[in-house]
């Protein structure tokens, strides 16, 4: 069966990003940093990160069920669409899931947004949040898929509507309608993943971190993980080119927060992996590239469309503060052990300063400290 072949090459992407603990993104742990000791260290603990927050066997068995049943219920309930399929998109295909990583998937074969648009004009929404609210419905209707749903609602007035099951067992599963673009999207990053071995450690690190801050969450204006992995694609690239070793975990980590702390630009910049890296919003502009309305944000080119992926983070200015605060925790973590020995280094873990969870919103008024949030005033 068709979902059973997906299923195999999921499981063959899982392992080739370094998910389950082979493949080149676990091997560079081992890895030994001409930058020193120090580095190799940071190398470790990032690697340690990562294999937390691993998918084991049975997490990814528990969703290819999930999704055999998805697409079993919703084909039943498009039959007058012959060429109906659901499809997982991405970062459970693209290689850089989690064990608390959603399912996302997309219907593809019954309706689409206009060519060049990649979203639905509003008068199509409600039409589309109907057609959702029928694959919820076939859902309930087969026990392999209801015994498992807790709840369910859609999001009906996005530009790009939404069906949002909950599971009982806490696994979340956004379901859309759309065209090809989602999946054809995951399968560029695994791609990227298979060629660039530090790209998924790096991206869940730096993923972590925003998420720690609560800006992960392209809902509330944060930096989709979408937006995370090209940023940090686009750091390799310039590495790469600057004839660095792309491989050091460690360094490489040093030095995104660096980069996107003293020698980005929202102004100036804009994030292109199709165009080699980091290139100027001219550039980009005069290549083809186009959508950027706000110079004030973080702007990334997609590849596949060239479109801004990335123009939702209207809290750039508190993403690149964060960022300025990584680069500053991370910095004085490095330079207070730049002299140890690896020997005296086995027990320290360079990320907690990093991670740790002092700029956290206030738990009663939900206000950010000033230090994190430009925009509130001192009282």
């Known amino acids: 069966p068709p979902h059973q072949q997906q299923q195999q090459q999921r499981h063959q992407q899982q392992a080739a990003a370094g998910g389950g603990g082979g493949g080149p993104g676990s091997q560079l742990a081992h890895r030994t940093s001409h930058h020193g000791a120090v580095y190799t260290r940071l190398t470790q603990n990032i690697a340690a990160l990562v294999s937390e927050m691993e998918p084991d066997r049975e997490d990814l068995e528990m969703r290819e069920q999930t999704i055999a049943a998805f697409e079993a219920a919703i084909v039943s309930a498009f039959r007058e669409c012959p060429a109906v399929r659901v499809q997982p998109f991405g970062s459970y295909v693209s290689g850089l899931g989690t064990k608390e990583s959603d399912i996302d998937l997309v219907i593809t074969g019954v309706a689409q947004p206009a060519p060049g648009e990649g979203f639905y004009r509003p008068y199509e929404r409600s039409g589309i949040a109907m057609r959702l609210d029928r694959a919820a419905a076939a859902l309930y209707r087969l026990p392999a898929a209801s015994a498992s749903i807790a709840r369910h609602f859609v999001i009906r007035n996005a530009r790009m509507p939404v ?9 979340v599963v956004d379901l859309s309608i759309a065209g090809p673009g989602g999946p054809d999207a995951a399968e560029h990053l695994a791609q990227q993943v298979r060629k660039w071995p530090a790209l998924r450690p790096l991206t869940l690190t730096v993923k972590a ?6 800006l992960n969450d392209v809902a509330s204006g944060g930096l989709s993980s979408y937006g995370i992995t090209y940023m940090v694609l686009a750091h390799l690239q310039e590495e790469s080119k600057a004839g660095a070793d792309t491989r050091d975990l460690g360094y490489m980590l040093w030095r995104f927060f660096r980069r996107f702390t003293a020698e980005f630009s929202c102004c100036t910049h804009v994030i292109a992996t199709g165009f080699g890296g980091i290139v100027t919003r001219t550039h980009a502009m005069s290549s083809g590239a186009d959508y950027f309305k706000n110079d004030d944000r973080i702007a990334t080119v997609d590849p596949l469309t060239g479109r801004d992926c990335t123009e939702g983070c209207y809290q750039t200015e508190l993403v690149l503060h964060a960022l300025r605060t990584g680069d500053r925790r991370l910095s004085d973590a490095l330079r207070e052990h730049q002299d140890n020995a690896m020997s005296s280094l086995l027990k320290v873990d360079l990320l ?11 738990a009663h ?8 949030n430009p925009y509130k005033r001192r009282a």
């Open 352 to 362: 907690q300063k990093l991670m740790q969870p002092d700029d956290q919103p206030d």
């Open 365 to 372: 008024t939900g206000d950010w400290p000033y230090m994190y």
């Open 163 to 171: 069906a949002r099951f909950t599971l009982r067992g806490g696994l």
């Open 209 to 214: 971190y925003l998420k720690r801050n609560h």
